[in-house]
């Protein structure tokens, strides 16, 4: 879990009509002004808030029969930066900021605080997760 990947991973899933230059340069002057705020460094901040939003379980659906369960996985450190990355854009996305660099700078800091929407979509994983562990038996 490198600083470059990460933020590649958020570039791509940011980026709209394959304008990557714009993605690229809205993420790091997002985190750079995030860490600014937070008189942290770049990298602690990245990693730290990544860290928060990473799940180390998901559910998935899983057609038994006539009927459908969730059934947990274990995810690998990989899968869990990759979904992640996609809660973190998807959270930006839906704050209610005008400019997107001020959505994701805000969705910086609530990440690396341990607040925020995706904070609480990664609660809510772990929290489906652990109500149909019953359902483990069918991997």
Known sequence: MNFKSIEDKI???LMKDG???VSQK?????????SIQSE?????L???AISNIRPSIDARSKKIGNSSY???YAITEKQSVGLAAKIFVNSARSRKEKKVQDKLVNEWIDAFNNRGASVKKKNDIHKLAE???S?????
């Open 135 to 139: 359902f483990a038996f069918f991997r």
């Open 70 to 72: 969730m059934i947990p």
């Open 131 to 133: 109500t149909n562990k």
């Open 11 to 13: 570039v791509c899933l």
């Open 26 to 34: 809205l993420v790091h002057s997002s985190i750079e002004k995030a």
């Open 40 to 44: 942290v460094s770049m990298v602690y």
């Open 46 to 48: 990245l990693k730290t």
């Open 19 to 21: 304008k990557k230059s």
